[in-house]
C-alpha cells in the first residue's frame, strides 16, 4: 500500500472510533473496555501470523523492547486518554494530543539525530492551529477548575506517552523487526499492563453481552486496533514518527465530519476556517520530502 493509502487507513479508521467508543460507555469501566480491545487485537494479530506462518519468536531483548512500546502505546497512553476525558471535553483532549507532532520532532531529533525540518514545523503550527480553530467553542469553556487541571495533567501526561511510544517503535523499526508480530505481542503486554493497574485500583472486570458492545469491540479490536496500528506504524516505518504524527491533526476532523453525518452538528465560521488549516498542515508534512 503507498504511504497515502497507509494515512488513509488510519486516520478513516480512527476519526470513526470516535462514535464507535460511545457503545464502549455504561457497563463496563473504561480500563476494563481497553484491556479487552487490545487483548482480543493481540489475539487476533497472534492468530493472523500463524495461519500464515511467520514466526513469533524474538530474543529476550527484543520482547523487553516490544513490551515497552505496548506499555506506553497501548497501555498507558490510553488509560490517560480515557482519564483525561472524564474531566474534559473530547475537544479539549484533541488539542493538547495534536501536541504529539511537536513532540514526535523533538523526540526524533534526541534520540536519533534526525534534524529538525522548518517545513515540518510550519506544517505542525498550521495544523495545531485548525485544530484549536475548530474546537475552539470548547476551549472557551476551559476554567483553572481543579478538575479541568486535572484532565489536562491528564491530556499532557497521555501526550508525552505517546511520543515516547512512537520513539520506541522507531528504534524497533529500526532493528527491521516484523510489524505485525511486532504489535501482536505488544497490544496484549498493553492489555497485561491495563489489567495491572485495573487491578491495583479494584476496578471490577465486567463484560457487557449485548450487541452494541460486543458489536463495538469488535470494531475496535480489528479495525481501531490491529488494522490501524498496523497502517500508522508501517507508515511511521517509511517516513518517520515526525511526520506520521500528523494523524493526530487529521483524525479529529474525519470525527467532526462523522459527527456532522450522524450527530447533527452544525459547523461554524471557525469549523471551515480549522479544517481549510488542518488539511493545509498535513499537505505540507506528508509532500515535504526527507533531506
Known sequence: MSNLGLYGVAVLIWGSTWLVIKFQLGVVPPAISVLWRFALAGLLLLGYSLWQRRSLVFSARDHGWIALQGVLLFGVNYLGIY??????????VAIVFSLVIVMNTLGMRLFFAVPIRPAILLAATVGIAGVILVFRPQMLGFSNSRDQLIGLAFA???TVVASLGNMVATHIHRRA???MQVNAWSMLYGAACVGVVALASGQRFAFDFSWPYVASLV???LFGSALAFGAYLTLMRRIGADRASYTAVAIPIVALLLSTAFEN???QRETTLGIALCVAGNALALRHRRA
Open 177 to 179: 523487526l516484523p510489524v
Open 83 to 92: 482519564l483525561s476525558e472524564q474531566y474534559l471535553a473530547s475537544g479539549l
Open 265 to 267: 452538528l452544525h459547523w
Open 156 to 158: 499532557l501526561g497521555s
Open 219 to 221: 470494531y475496535l479490536a
